[in-house]
């Protein structure tokens, strides 16, 4: 009993048509030149669309400040800083406590008004380092 492999193997299919024309001329009629082939995989670009940042989702946030990171127009203690998740608890500029337990990574959020008023939270007790990068989140968000 012979064993022969079920496989394809593309030179029995050269040997099977190379002496037929008409199959090679066929292929040229169905394979035209390439001027079809570049309006065929002509890509569009789409315009730089600015997401709202007063209503998207935590993960939304992220993906956009990835692509900022990966083309350099947002650097790496930015990119971390918007990153990091929500705390469950937070104050605003007048000092009422926030629950934002309740923001999970598909909940749209305020993200804006949330870095804006955590800068002048951090301007106003004097932490350095804090508002540099918070001015950079923020700067990110206005662009």
């Known amino acids: 009993m012979e064993i022969t492999s079920l496989r394809f193997s593309p030179t029995l299919s050269f040997r099977k048509y190379s002496d037929n024309s008409q199959f090679n001329n066929g292929l040229a009629e169905t394979f035209d030149t390439g001027a079809n082939a ?3 995989f002509r ?3 789409a315009a730089a669309v600015r997401p709202d940042f007063t209503a998207i989702s935590a993960s939304q946030l992220r993906n956009h400040a990835r692509q900022g990171f990966d083309n350099g127009t947002l650097d790496q203690d930015t990119y971390a800083a918007i ?3 929500l705390p469950m608890r937070t ?3 007048s000092g009422n406590i ?3 337990s309740d923001i999970t990574d598909g909940t749209s959020f305020n993200f804006r008004d949330y870095y804006r008023d955590q800068l002048r939270i ?3 007790i004097g932490a350095p380092e804090t508002v540099r ?5 923020v700067g990110f968000l206005d662009a």
């Open 43 to 45: 890509v569009e670009e």
């Open 91 to 93: 104050i605003d500029p």
């Open 122 to 124: 951090a301007k106003s």
């Open 83 to 85: 990153s990091e998740p």
């Open 133 to 137: 990068t918070l001015e950079s989140v």
């Open 98 to 100: 926030l629950d934002l």
């Open 38 to 40: 570049v309006q065929a």
